[in-house]
């Protein structure tokens, strides 16, 4: 069964999950994270209010800015993280052209959308999320603790960031 971006069951969702939660910590922005659903119709991570930044009058330019950029860079990772552990892990298999291709245009899209980013500037952010994510994925070292992961995240279906840290805790992650 060739990849796709598309989730092809629980397993495949649960591999998913791994990565993104193996991604952020590999970021250490778990704080930005609140929990974790296995089940959820819509989206199946829910951001703390750390990743959600109110600006003010107080607040500069350059910390939005900032705050924004680094929400992108996150949310870049978390999307290679899912795609990586699903494929490079689940699978065995390299990520495919086509899917790489489909993600730089997510990314484009979002650095367009959330941060007014050129196609070059997003195309900057992608390469440095994907070098960090290959020598994440592709040590095989880490397989056996993604694959622990995604087994907890199907038993357990919702781990809050407490949760989701003393497991990561528990596979030396």
Same mark, same amino acid.
């Given at each position: 069964?060739?990849?796709? !971006?598309?989730? @092809? ?13 193996? @991604? ?7 704080d930005r994270l609140a ?45 290679? #993280? ?34 007014? $980013?050129?196609d070059e500037e997003a ?12 020598? !994440? ?13 995604? #087994? ?18 528990? $596979?030396?992650?």
């Amino acid at each position: 069964m060739p990849f796709q !971006l598309a989730y @092809s069951n629980e397993d495949d969702r649960a591999y998913g999950l791994a990565g993104m939660a193996i @991604s952020m910590a590999s970021l250490d922005a778990l704080d930005r994270l609140a929990e974790i659903y296995l089940d959820a119709d819509g989206p199946m991570v829910s951001f703390s209010h750390d990743y959600y930044f109110s600006s003010s009058p107080s607040v500069s330019p350059k910390a939005v800015w900032h705050n924004l950029m680094s929400n992108f860079q996150l949310t870049t990772s978390l999307v290679l #993280g899912n795609v990586m552990a699903r494929s490079v892990v689940r699978l065995g298999t390299e990520l495919p052209q086509d899917v790489l291709a489909a993600v730089r245009d997510i990314v484009r899209e979002e650095g367009r959308d959330t941060c007014s $980013l050129e196609d070059e500037e997003a195309d900057a952010v992608f390469e440095k999320m994907m070098r960090h994510s290959l020598r !994440l994925f592709h040590n095989p070292r880490l397989h056996p603790a993604v694959k622990q992961l995604a #087994g907890v995240i199907s038993r357990r279906r919702r781990l809050s960031v407490i949760d989701l840290t003393e497991e990561l805790e528990l $596979l030396r992650i």
